[in-house]
T-cell receptor, first 113, second 118 residues
């Protein structure tokens, strides 16, 4: 079984809809992250959480919110989806004990019509 | 703020050629990690290597090798005798160590698309 899982893997939604992307990990890592990938722009950080009580904005947090329900779960919500949020979304985890290497989930392809 | 630049947007080679992917970074901090990730056509991000800023030793893993030079702020990646399966997007990234608001966050380059033709 994969250490970092994301659901759904693909999602098509309409402008204005609220959607949630979920991430779970079995690596036992404290830190979790959400990124989006757009062609030619690499990966950009949306939100990150260093533990259950710690949530921080990344460089592109506008239009997104997150919830860290447990050490192993970190959800990303789009409150009112818009077309320019169409992207590939990645969840990642890391741990100080493992040199802060971030391990990524398989990604969620989101299309906002 | 940190910055990672991968000036090569796309590289195309024929199988068995050697290829080097360039990565240049900017940071005022002295303690950091550098990474390379591979993103094959299937889309997942695969961790390849982590290098501590204190360790400038080059590293070789099979056909892969990495050259880290602090003097030029570069962390280049060479694939020897490339294969079709090496076709992917490759990302270089940096994270700071120690405290501060940038601690633990990865700054990515834009990625280099490598295509290896048979």
């Amino acid at each position: 079984d994969a250490d970092v899982t994301q659901t759904p893997r693909n999602r098509i939604t309409k402008t204005g809809k609220r959607i949630m992307l979920e991430c779970s990990q079995t690596k036992g890592h404290d830190r979790m992250y959400w990124y989006r990938q757009d062609p030619g722009l690499g990966l950009r950080l949306i939100y990150y959480s260093f533990d259950v009580k710690d949530i921080n904005k990344g460089e592109i947090s506008d239009g997104y919110s997150v919830s860290r329900q447990a050490q192993a779960k970190f959800s990303l919500s789009l409150e009112s989806a818009i077309p320019n949020q169409t992207a590939l979304y990645f969840c990642a985890t890391s741990d100080l004990r493992h040199g802060e290497t971030q391990y990524f989930g398989p990604g969620t392809r989101l299309l906002v019509l | 703020a940190q910055k990672v630049t991968q000036a090569q947007t796309e590289i195309s080679v024929v199988e068995k050629e050697d290829v080097t992917l360039d990565c240049v970074y900017e940071t005022r901090d002295t303690t950091y990690y550098l990474f390379w990730y591979k993103q094959p056509p299937s889309g997942e991000l695969v961790f390849l290597i982590r290098r501590n800023s204190f360790d400038e030793q080059n590293e070789i893993s099979g056909r892969y090798s990495w050259n880290f030079q602090k003097s030029t702020s570069s962390f280049n990646f060479t694939i020897t005798a490339s294969q079709v399966v090496d076709s992917a997007v490759y990302f270089c990234a940096l994270t700071l160590l120690g405290g501060g608001t940038s601690y633990g966050k990865l700054t990515f380059g834009q990625g280099t698309i490598l295509t290896v033709h048979p």
